[in-house]
């Protein structure tokens, strides 16, 4: 059987596939850290580079046969480092996660200081925050925002960085819908002597397209996955100067993996290639000005938006006041073909897993072409499912208009 089609070997597997097309196709994906990665490097990371072991770096490899996987890596790395404009990059982390975790090994031992944003400010769960290995071996500080306008509190900032001097200073966000202003976390880090990381995991295709400010000259390190914004593969990077190139590398292999997936690293070098066009460009701005016309739409919807507004490719709502938990929204927008995820708002008085609001975000359908025009019918279809979450006659309804406009903007890469 080794040689005959998915549809002969796993029938069952062959239908989840095409029915995950089919809700990909169907439906408004708005979850901001997904997207959909171009026909080309899904191509690349289900080809024959997934059969070959290439524990090491591109000429200082374990294994022999490395002629064309050494090629590969080489073309992702100098793309990646004239896209963002550095001296080196680390295209082996095999996600966001493991790419912080390389990061922490190359410079920290368990119990020194570290310090990110908190998990219900908008931060990652990498970032130091008490469930993750991050909070666990390494004593983490969290800072926050401020409660009147949720901004980074970077009065806070400075103050806990003077008090603990942490040896990595993090910034950066999983749910922060402002621009991050690295010049001042710079500053601050200067001041203490921390490495500041810039984790840029869901903005780095913004910021290779210039719709958002690039840290590159502010965080001595930058780490980051590749897909998100970036529309590449499942896979992570760290971006550095030459002074810390030695460390980052030996942090990933040998230190924390083995051999990379080489599939995952053609389809990094794709997306890099594909994130220098002009197209890509215009890309990158629409993201942003089709989040901040959704933002505005659901703000004239009554809706309650965390910052107010939205800057980058994110928008957090805190829906206390329309007395609707964030999850029983998420689950029915599900319902009506808007895929969004119930998220914590900071200072929330419920739990994470029944938190007060929702994150959404436009990367994936400004990737089918979607503009102003859908932004503004997508803010009302939502005003008019979290007003009346159990309607489902009209819940319905908005599901089959919902079909009808995503059968106007084909999805990226997805084959019915």
């Known amino acids: 059987m080794a040689d005959l089609p998915l549809t ?4 069952e597997i062959a239908e989840c596939i095409r029915d995950e097309e089919k809700r990909q196709h169907e439906k408004l994906r708005l979850i901001p850290s997904e997207n959909y990665a171009t026909r080309a490097v899904m191509e690349a990371c289900g080809s024959v580079l997934n059969n070959k072991y290439s524990e090491g770096y591109a000429g200082k490899r374990y294994y022999e046969g490395q002629q064309n996987i050494d090629k ?13 404009g550095v001296d080196h990059a680390n295209v082996q982390p ?4 493991p790419a912080n975790l390389g990061v922490y090994f190359a410079f920290c031992k368990p119990g020194d200081t570290i310090m990110g944003m908190g998990l219900p400010s908008g931060g990652h ?21 401020r409660r009147e306008d949720h901004r980074i509190d970077f009065d806070e ?26 010049p001042k976390f710079a500053e601050i880090a200067r001041e203490v002597g921390s490495i500041l990381v810039a984790d840029i995991a869901h903005i780095s295709g913004l910021v290779a397209g210039g719709s958002h400010p690039s840290p590159v000259g502010h965080a001595e390190v930058i780490s980051s996955t590749t ?45 890099a290639k594909l994130a220098m066009a002009d197209d890509f460009k215009a890309y990158a701005h629409a993201i942003v000005d089709n989040s901040r016309t959704l933002a505005d739409t659901l703000v004239s919807r009554g809706f309650d938006l965390v910052t107010g507004g939205s800057d980058n490719h994110l928008i957090l709502i805190d829906l206390t006041n329309k007395d609707v938990p964030g999850k029983v929204a998420a689950q029915a927008l599900d319902r009506a073909g808007m895929v969004a995820n119930y998220n914590s ?9 029944d938190p007060s609001g929702i994150r959404l975000g436009t990367p994936a359908i400004t990737s089918r072409g979607m503009g102003a025009d859908e932004m503004k019918r997508l803010g009302n279809w939502m005003a008019d499912v979290v007003e009346d979450t159990e309607n489902e006659g009209l819940i319905t309804r908005i599901a089959g208009e919902i079909k009808d406009l995503c059968d106007q903007f084909p999805a990226p890469g997805v084959r019915l």
């Open 227 to 271: 897909h998100k914004t970036l529309r590449g593969p499942r896979g992570g990077m760290i971006l550095c100067n030459d002074e810390h190139k030695k460390a980052i590398d030996r942090a990933v292999f040998p230190g924390l993996q083995g051999g990379p997936h080489n599939g995952t690293t053609a389809g990094i070098a794709i997306a």
């Open 157 to 182: 900032v400075a103050k806990l960085a003077r008090e603990h001097k942490p040896k990595l200073l993090f910034c950066g966000a999983t749910a922060y819908p402002r621009v991050v202003d690295f």
């Open 8 to 11: 002969e070997v796993d029938p």
């Open 125 to 145: 769960l990498t970032h130091g925050w008490k469930v993750s290995i991050s909070g666990k071996y390494f004593n983490a500080i969290q800072y926050g925002v």
């Open 94 to 97: 095999y996600s966001g996660s």
């Open 345 to 353: 708002v900071p200072f929330d008085t419920r739990k994470p897993f």
């Open 72 to 84: 590969v890596e080489q073309l992702a790395i100098e793309r990646l480092k004239k896209l963002y």
